[in-house]
C-alpha cells in the first residue's frame, strides 16, 4: 500500500461516481486499501443477532442508524437518543426515591456495619434501595428502538456480484454496492450533524434503473399513524409506557422515474436514475425536571426534514464530510499497518497471524472508537449511553441506560486526549441536569445537604438507588464531578471552570461532607456504608470510595484556589487531613480492596474498582508511588487477563499506568480476539460500547500521559509498536503534542500549547540530551534533569523537541 498517512482522506465514494476533494494532495488508492475503512462482502443478516454483530453505525449524536445491506430488501435501523419508556408519564414515578420515609434506616445499616464488619449487600438494598416493580422496567423506563426503514427492491435478486458493504470512519459515510441485471448499484448513508437528519443516495449506473417501496416500520410498543403525502413519510404516534409523542419523517426525493404516494403510508418509486432519502426523528422529551416533557415534535421536525431536503444531496453530503472530518482528522495514528484487502470480519478472526495487518487493524479500532464517540455524541445531545445510541430492542441489556459506577464514564475517557473535548458538553450537560433531582434523593435518603446519583440512571434524573444491590453506589456523582474537573485540567477553560465545573464540585462535596463518618477504630472519615462495585460486602471505608473520595477533595481544594474561594479550599485541605485515603497493602502484597484485609486472592471478577487509584485517579504511579504500584500489580495479576469487554479495556488503561506496555498490548490483543463482534463493537457480551471507547483511552495512556503534571512521552510504547508516529493528541495543561519514534524510541516531538506557560516532558530518549526549538528553528532555553526537559512556552507557540 502506497502511504498517504499524512495527506488526510480525500476521497469520497458518491453513488456511482469517484470524486476527489480539490486540496487533494496524493494519489487515489484503490477502497479495499483505505486506511479507515471497515467493510464486508456479504449483508448483515436482518435479525437482532445480524444487527448486532455485523450491521453498520451512523450518527450525529441525536439520531444514528445501522446499515444492513441486502440486495433486494435494505434495512436501516434508526435511533433517537431521546425515545424512552418509563418516567414521569408513568403516574408513580418517583425518580428512584422512596414511597414513603423510612425512619432510622440509614442509621440503622451504619450500626450493623459498626458491629458486624460487613454486611450482605441485600440488606442495604433492602433498607435503602427503592423497590422493584412489574415489569422491572415499567418506572424506570429504557431506551427504545425507533423504527426500521425497509427498501424493498423488486426487480432485484436475493444475491448479487461483486457485493461490498462499508464504513468509511474517516467520512462518517457507509456504504453498499453490487452488481445485478447488468446494473452496478450503489447505496450511499450518511448521518449530518449539520442538519440533524440521516441522508441516502440509491443510485444505479443504468438509467431508470432504481425501483423500490419505502416504508417505515416501529416497534408494537406503541400506537402509530403512517401516511405519505408528497412524497413525505410520516409515521407517528405515542409510546404505550408514558405516552410520548414521537415522530418520523422520510423525503422521498427522485431524480426520474415516478414516485408514488400509497394508501398504506408506503411511497414507490419507479425507473428512477437515482433517488435521496432524508429520514429525520423527533420526540416531546425535554431535559427538563422534573416533567421531562417539551413541545410536540411536529413543526421542528417538519422544518428540519425541509431544510435538509432543500439543501440537495451534494450540500449535504459536502457540509456533513467537512463537520465530520474538522473531529475526525485532529488526530492521525500511523503503527505500521498495511490493511489487506481482506473483509474486516476475515481480518479480525486472523488477528495475531501478520504483523503489518494486525496493526492496520489495531490503527482501524482505535480511530473506529473516535469515530463512534464523534456518532454518538454531540453538544445539545445527551449523552452517548451503554450503547452509545444505536439499540434495535424494546428492552435492550441493562435498559442501554446510564451505569453511573465506570461504564458511562469510560464512554468519555478518550474525549479530551484524542482532541474530542467538546464531544463531552453532553456529560456535563447532563451531570448539571442531575443535580436538581439529586438534592431531593440527598436530603430524603441521607438527610444531607448537596446532591448524591446512583449507579444506575436514565433520561429522566433517576438520582435513587433502584432494586439491585450493585445499584446503591453514591459515590457516583462524586466520580463524575471528577470527570468535568480534568476537562478543565485539559483546557484551562477558567469560565467553564467558574460557570460549570466549580459548582457542581463543590455541591458534590457538600453531600459528602454530610455523608462521611468518623471511623471509631482510627477516627479517620470514611464512606459508610460502601461497596466496592459490584462484589463483596457493605462495609465502611471501602477502597474505591475513599479514593474517589480523596480525588474529589483533592480536585476540589485545587479549584477553589483557581477560583479564589479561599474558605472552600480550606475546607477541602481539612477534610483531606481527616479523611482515609483509602490505600493499603494486605496479607498477600495486594492493595486492598477493603479497609479490612479481606480479599480473596482467588477473586477475579471483571470490576477492579480498588485500583481507581491507579487509573482513572493518580493517587498510585511507580513515578510516585512504587510499592503501592507493585501492589496494584498483584491485585491486577491476581484478577487476571480474563473479563467482558469493557474489563478488558480497563486493564489496558492499568497496565499503561503501570508502565507496562507488553501487558497492555496482550489486553489489546484478548479483547480483540475474545471481545471484539465482526464490526467492530465492543461486547460485555452483549454489545456494550464502553469497551471500544476504553480501549482507544488505553491506547493514547500508551503513547502520552499527562496525569502527574509532567507530559510523558511513550510511557509504556509496547514492543509490537517499535516504530510509528501520532498527531494531534492532547495533554492536560492546553498542550497538543505529535509524536514519532523509531525502533522504541523517541525521534521527534511537536507541542503546540494553547495557554502558554511552563512544561515538562518527560522520555527515556532525554538522558542523552535535547534540542529544543521553535517550529522555525530558533533555539529555546530549556532545562535539562535527567529524563526531563522544562521550558517556557507561549499560548498558540510551536515547538520541536528532539532527543540526544
Do not use: C
Not at 421536525?301 to 473531529?327: E, I, P, Q
Not at 445510541?389 to 464512554?411: G, K, T
Not at 457538600?510 to 463483596?536: M, N, T
Not at 461486547?683 to 495512556?701: K, L, V
Amino acid at each position: 500500500m502506497k502511504r498517504r498517512f499524512w495527506a488526510g482522506p480525500v476521497v469520497l465514494l458518491l453513488g456511482a461516481a469517484l470524486t476527489v476533494a480539490p486540496d487533494a494532495r496524493a494519489e487515489v488508492e484503490p477502497m479495499a486499501a483505505e486506511p479507515y475503512t471497515l467493510w464486508y462482502d456479504e449483508p448483515a443478516p436482518d435479525t437482532d443477532e445480524g444487527w448486532e454483530a455485523r450491521s453498520l453505525p451512523i450518527g450525529n449524536g441525536a439520531m444514528g442508524a445501522t446499515v444492513f445491506g441486502g440486495v433486494r430488501a435494505e434495512r436501516l435501523q434508526f435511533n433517537d437518543k431521546t425515545l424512552w419508556t418509563g418516567g414521569p408519564g408513568v403516574a408513580d414515578y418517583n425518580f428512584g426515591n422512596w414511597d414513603a420515609p423510612r425512619p432510622g434506616a440509614l442509621a440503622a445499616i451504619r450500626q450493623r456495619i459498626w458491629t458486624e464488619g460487613g454486611i450482605s449487600p441485600n440488606d442495604v438494598l433492602a433498607a435503602l434501595g427503592h423497590q422493584s416493580d412489574t415489569p422491572r422496567q415499567r418506572r424506570f423506563g429504557a431506551y427504545q428502538s425507533f423504527g426500521d426503514l425497509r427498501l424493498d427492491f423488486p426487480g432485484l435478486p436475493e444475491e448479487a456480484g461483486d457485493y461490498r458493504r462499508q464504513l468509511d470512519i474517516a467520512r462518517g459515510v457507509a456504504g453498499v454496492s453490487f452488481t445485478a441485471g447488468g446494473a452496478r448499484h450503489t447505496r450511499e448513508y450518511f448521518a449530518s450533524a449539520p442538519a440533524g437528519v440521516v441522508a441516502a443516495r440509491i443510485a444505479a449506473d443504468r438509467p431508470r434503473g432504481v425501483t423500490f417501496t419505502a416504508r417505515v416500520a416501529v416497534p408494537a410498543n406503541r400506537s402509530v399513524t403512517a401516511r405519505a403525502k408528497g412524497g413525505r413519510l410520516t409515521v407517528k404516534g405515542t409510546l404505550n409506557s408514558n405516552a410520548m409523542a414521537y415522530e418520523a419523517q422520510l423525503q422521498v426525493l427522485n431524480q426520474g422515474g415516478t414516485r408514488a404516494d400509497n394508501p398504506d403510508g408506503t411511497i414507490t418509486v419507479t425507473g428512477a436514475d437515482s433517488v435521496v432519502l432524508i429520514l429525520g426523528t423527533g420526540t416531546d422529551y425535554a431535559p427538563d425536571y422534573p416533567t421531562y416533557k417539551g413541545e410536540d415534535p411536529h413543526a421542528k421536525l417538519t422544518a428540519r426534514v425541509d431544510a435538509a431536503a432543500a439543501k440537495g444531496y451534494a450540500r449535504l453530503s459536502a457540509a456533513h464530510r467537512a463537520d465530520h472530518a474538522a473531529l475526525f482528522d485532529r488526530v492521525k495514528l500511523d503503527l505500521g499497518g498495511s490493511l489487506p484487502a481482506t473483509p474486516t470480519d476475515e481480518l479480525l478472526s486472523g488477528y495475531g497471524t501478520t504483523p503489518a495487518s494486525d496493526r492496520a487493524l489495531e490503527q482501524l479500532f482505535y480511530q473506529y472508537g473516535r469515530y463512534l464517540l464523534i456518532a454518538s455524541s454531540r453538544p445539545g445531545t445527551l449523552p452517548a449511553n451503554l450503547q452509545g445510541l444505536w439499540n434495535v430492542h424494546e428492552a435492550p441489556p441493562w435498559q442501554a441506560d446510564y451505569h453511573l459506577n465506570i461504564n458511562m464514564q469510560m464512554n468519555y475517557w478518550p474525549a479530551e486526549m484524542t482532541n474530542l473535548a467538546e464531544l463531552a458538553e453532553p456529560l456535563h450537560t447532563y451531570v448539571d441536569g442531575l443535580r436538581e433531582p439529586g438534592r431531593v434523593t440527598a436530603r430524603q435518603m441521607y438527610g444531607a445537604d448537596g446532591w448524591v446519583a446512583h449507579h444506575a440512571s436514565n433520561i429522566f434524573g433517576h438520582t435513587g438507588a433502584w432494586d439491585h444491590p450493585a445499584y446503591f453506589f453514591p459515590e457516583s456523582g462524586a466520580w463524575l464531578a471528577l470527570q468535568l474537573y480534568d476537562h478543565y485540567r485539559y483546557t484551562l477553560d477558567k469560565q467553564y471552570l467558574k460557570r460549570t465545573a466549580y459548582p457542581i464540585m463543590k455541591e458534590t462535596a457538600e453531600f459528602w461532607l454530610d455523608f462521611l463518618q468518623r471511623d471509631p477504630r482510627d477516627g479517620k472519615l470514611v464512606a459508610v456504608p460502601s461497596r466496592s462495585p459490584e462484589i463483596g460486602p457493605a462495609t465502611a471505608g471501602a477502597s474505591m470510595s475513599q479514593q474517589i473520595l480523596w480525588l474529589l477533595f483533592t480536585d476540589l481544594r485545587e479549584a477553589a484556589q483557581a477560583v479564589g474561594d479561599g474558605r472552600q479550599a480550606a475546607t477541602a485541605a481539612d477534610v483531606l487531613a481527616k479523611l482515609d485515603p483509602g490505600l493499603r497493602v494486605g496479607r498477600w502484597g495486594q492493595l486492598q480492596e477493603w479497609k479490612q484485609d479481606i480479599d480473596d486472592p482467588a477473586e477475579t471478577h471483571r470490576h477492579v474498582s480498588h485500583l481507581f487509584s491507579v487509573h482513572p485517579g493518580r493517587q498510585i504511579s511507580p513515578r510516585t508511588t512504587p510499592e503501592l504500584a507493585e501492589a496494584a500489580k498483584v491485585s491486577l495479576n491476581a484478577r487476571t487477563d480474563a473479563g467482558t469487554g469493557w474489563s478488558k479495556a480497563w486493564k489496558i488503561n492499568f497496565w499503561a499506568r503501570l508502565l507496562d506496555g507488553d501487558r497492555a498490548h496482550k489486553l489489546l490483543s484478548d479483547q480483540l480476539k475474545t471481545s471484539t463482534l465482526a464490526n467492530l463493537w465492543d461486547t460485555h457480551p452483549p454489545f456494550q460500547i464502553d469497551g471500544n471507547f476504553g480501549a482507544t483511552s488505553g491506547m493514547t495512556e500508551l503513547l502520552l500521559q499527562s496525569h502527574l503534571g509532567t507530559i510523558d512521552l511513550l510511557p509504556a510504547l509496547p514492543g509490537a509498536w517499535a516504530d510509528g508516529r501520532v498527531a494531534g493528541l492532547r495533554a492536560r495543561g492546553a498542550h497538543t503534542i505529535d509524536l514519532t519514534w523509531a525502533s522504541g524510541r523517541l525521534s521527534e516531538a511537536r507541542l503546540t500549547s494553547g495557554k502558554g506557560g511552563p512544561v515538562t516532558l518527560r522520555t527515556d530518549a532525554f538522558r542523552a540530551g535535547a534540542r529544543v526549538t521553535t517550529d522555525h528553528g530558533r533555539p529555546v532555553a530549556f532545562r535539562a534533569d535527567r529524563d526531563t526537559v522544562t521550558f517556557a512556552t507561549r499560548p498558540g507557540g510551536n515547538y520541536r523537541i528532539v532527543p540526544g
